[in-house]
């Protein structure tokens, strides 16, 4: 990150690099001698979340802002869903079955970044969570185009690395679950949804529950892969039910291959926010 600071007054840098280089002694050892953006353990202070919660906010924009990325295209789903090289190792039948959502993924974020490039780069740019399985095709067919990809990792209990093809300039790494989210959205010209899990129907409900409600603007909206979603979830059900409205369902599509996506995503309109919610 470049410093874009042409004040005259002593940089923050400067003072740490000298903190760091004072005598040794009891007074300089303790730990309320050190500069307070240079201690570790102060910063990790539960009284400090708010400053931890607005730090994480303003990294990743501030990056992205000076590479000068202007829109993303978002890609959520399955961390477990393996390429189809490797479909033999899948745990169930129907992850291996679910591979060739890897490909399709792989395939969408390469033409996806082939648009981005006739931007220079700045629209459109693939972001995904940084990890395996979605994740990864995601990424990996960025670097298919040639382009550039975000990931945003996220530090779990268990060790976990960005996957490899993600842009390192570009791949971040969260703390907080709730400011991840957004920078998903913060950018979002698309949100494409593929088969996954917990993590994945989290992200697509929240992102669903601020559109449906005005709070978001409805960016197209593609689920990959019908026989999937209609067998997890009964989304006529909760139009019957009354608990969403039958307009709800048109906040999405489905849609099984990759130029279906680019195809829907270039037709479908000038994005605009709900005023009022529809059976309420």
Not at 28 to 55: H, I
Not at 165 to 176: G, K
Not at 226 to 246: K, P, Q, V
Request: proline residues 6%; aromatic residues 10%; negative net charge.
């Amino acid at each position: 990150m470049t410093n874009k600071s042409k004040h005259p007054l002593r940089d923050a840098h400067t003072d740490r690099d000298a903190a760091d280089g004072v005598p040794i002694t009891p007074q300089t050892q303790a730990p309320a001698y050190k500069l307070a953006f240079n201690d570790f353990d102060f910063m990790c202070r539960d009284e400090l979340r708010p400053v931890r919660l607005q730090l994480e906010l303003l990294k990743p924009e501030m990056m992205l802002d000076e590479y000068g990325v202007k829109s993303t295209i978002v890609l959520f789903g399955g961390a477990r869903i393996p390429e189809p090289a490797k479909k033999d190792t899948a745990r169930t039948k129907t992850l291996a079955d679910l591979s060739r959502f890897y490909d399709e993924a792989r395939e969408f974020a390469r033409l996806m970044t082939l648009k981005s490039k006739e931007s220079g780069g700045q629209e459109d740019v693939v972001v995904t969570g940084g990890g395996p399985g979605v994740m990864e095709a995601g990424n990996r067919g960025a670097v298919d185009a040639d382009g550039v990809s975000i990931g945003l990792n996220i530090v779990l209990p268990f060790e976990q690395a960005p996957n490899e093809y993600v842009t390192p300039d570009l791949c971040f790494n969260f703390h907080y679950f709730a400011i991840r989210k957004m920078h998903f959205l913060m950018r979002a010209k698309a949100i494409c949804v593929f088969p996954g899990g917990f993590g994945t129907l989290d992200e697509t409900f929240e992102a669903l529950t601020l559109i449906q409600t005005g709070r978001m603007q409805r960016v197209p909206f593609l689920l990959f892969g019908r026989e999937f979603w209609e067998s997890i979830i009964n989304w006529d059900a909760l139009a019957d039910a009354g608990t969403i409205s039958a307009e709800d369902l048109d906040l999405f599509r489905f849609v099984e291959t990759a130029q279906e996506a680019v195809d829907l995503i270039e037709n479908w309109g000038e994005p605009s926010a709900r005023e009022s919610v529809p059976g309420r």
